[in-house]
C-alpha cells in the first residue's frame, strides 16, 4: 500500500493551497480516507475524512475552511485548504482503512507533506 501524498509548502496567511493523496495498493472506492496532521511539538490529529461514497466528517475547528474531496477514479483524495492561518502550520498525513474505525486506529499512512503558513 502506499498513500502519496503532495500539494504542501509555504503560503501566506489568508491563502490557499490543495493537498492531494494518490493511493495504489487498495481498493480505493472501499476506502475511508482520512488527512491529519502534527504541528511541531504536538500530537497528529484527524483533520477530516471521507468514505467511499462521499459522505464528510470535519474536526470542528477546520469546518468551514476545509474541504476533503475524493475521485475514485484517479484513487484520489484532496484536502482543499482556505484562510490559512499560522497555526495551521503542520504536516499533512493521509490515511486509509476500509472503516471508519479501522482508518482512525489502525489505517495505512502516508508519507507527509509540510505546510507552512507564514504571518
Known amino acids: 500500500v502506499q498513500l502519496q501524498a503532495s500539494g504542501g509548502g509555504l503560503v501566506q496567511a489568508g491563502g490557499s493551497l490543495r493537498l492531494s493523496c494518490a493511493a495504489s495498493?487498495?481498493?480505493?472506492?472501499?476506502?475511508?480516507m482520512g488527512w491529519y496532521r502534527q504541528a511541531p511539538g504536538k500530537q497528529r490529529e484527524l483533520v477530516a475524512f471521507i468514505t467511499g461514497g462521499g459522505s464528510t466528517t470535519y474536526a470542528d475547528s477546520k469546518k468551514g475552511r476545509f474541504t476533503i474531496s475524493r475521485d475514485n477514479a484517479k484513487n484520489t483524495v484532496y484536502l482543499q485548504m482556505n484562510s490559512l492561518k499560522p497555526e495551521d502550520t503542520a504536516v499533512y498525513f493521509c490515511?486509509?482503512?476500509?472503516?471508519?474505525?479501522?482508518?482512525?486506529?489502525?489505517?495505512?499512512w502516508g508519507q507527509g507533506t509540510q505546510v507552512t503558513v507564514s504571518s
Open positions: 490515511r486509509a482503512g476500509t472503516t471508519v474505525a479501522t482508518m482512525t486506529s489502525q489505517g495505512y
Open positions: 495498493g487498495i481498493i480505493f472506492r472501499n476506502n475511508v
